[in-house]
């Protein structure tokens, strides 16, 4: 079955430090790659996406690359602000064949400090 | 556009007694799909509607169902609460499945029911 597995956290860096987050992912055929972000006390919100390998998703200084080679979706920002502390999940769906679900990796809690 | 939109936000229940979240899709959605979020289990896939018939299903017992209107709007029902139903469930709402072998629609989350179970 489909499964994603992202870093532990949580993540402390100081603010405008650089920030990756591991994602990998284990899925037959071509899924598509998501990551979320929660604040506190909200729902989900999308981040960015990828639907095909190679591609780049990017939203609000974040990115990340899909590499089916390696299986990846790394999140990558240059400079955190405190104002991105919050929980990141890596997700995957499967293409469509039917009705496929989001499988979440466990939750990476970032906390950016001035 | 409204956002996805769920009642209550918040819930205090007793064990044994039965609960029934709503979920109000964006507007043209036709796809709602209901999630748990626990700090042990972290996010689980319960179910998915899409017009107005249950299209998949996580594995969650029986005590766990759910339905869509016509309008889209869709609920679910916990039934003989337990301690362990303690948790964030989250509604999300998409177009729909996509087409057949290409990328599903993006789904969309509401901010969520919290459920605590006494």
């Known amino acids: 079955g489909n499964s994603v597995t992202q870093m532990e956290g949580p993540v402390t860096l100081s603010e405008e430090a650089f920030l990756t987050i591991n994602c990998t992912y284990t899925?037959?055929?071509?899924?598509?790659l998501f990551w979320y972000v929660q604040y506190p006390g909200e729902g989900l919100q999308l981040l960015l996406k990828?639907?095909?390998?190679?591609d780049k998703g990017s939203n609000k200084g974040f990115e990340a690359t899909y590499r089916k080679e390696t299986t990846s979706f790394h999140l990558e920002k240059g400079s955190v602000q405190v104002s991105d502390s919050a929980v990141y999940f890596c997700a995957l769906r499967g293409r469509n064949s039917g009705y496929s679900t989001l499988t979440f990796g466990k939750g990476t809690m970032l906390l950016v400090s001035p | 556009k409204a956002g996805v939109t769920q009642t209550p936000r918040y819930l205090i229940k007793t064990r044994g007694q039965q609960v029934t979240l709503s979920c109000s899709p964006i507007?043209?959605?036709?796809?709602v799909s209901w999630y748990q979020q626990t700090p042990g289990q972290g996010l689980q896939f319960l179910f998915e509607?899409?017009?107005?018939?249950?299209?998949n299903k996580g594995n969650f017992p029986g005590r766990f169902s759910g339905r869509q209107f016509s309008n889209s709007r869709s609920e679910m029902n916990v039934s003989t609460l337990e301690l362990g139903d303690s948790a964030l469930y989250l509604c999300a709402s998409s177009l729909g499945p996509g087409l057949a072998g290409g990328p599903p629609h993006e789904q969309y989350f509401g901010p969520g029911t919290r459920l605590t179970v006494t």
């Open positions: 507007s043209g959605h036709r796809s």
């Open positions: 990828a639907t095909k390998a190679d």
């Open positions: 899925a037959t055929g071509y899924p598509s």
């Open positions: 509607y899409f017009s107005e018939t249950q299209r």
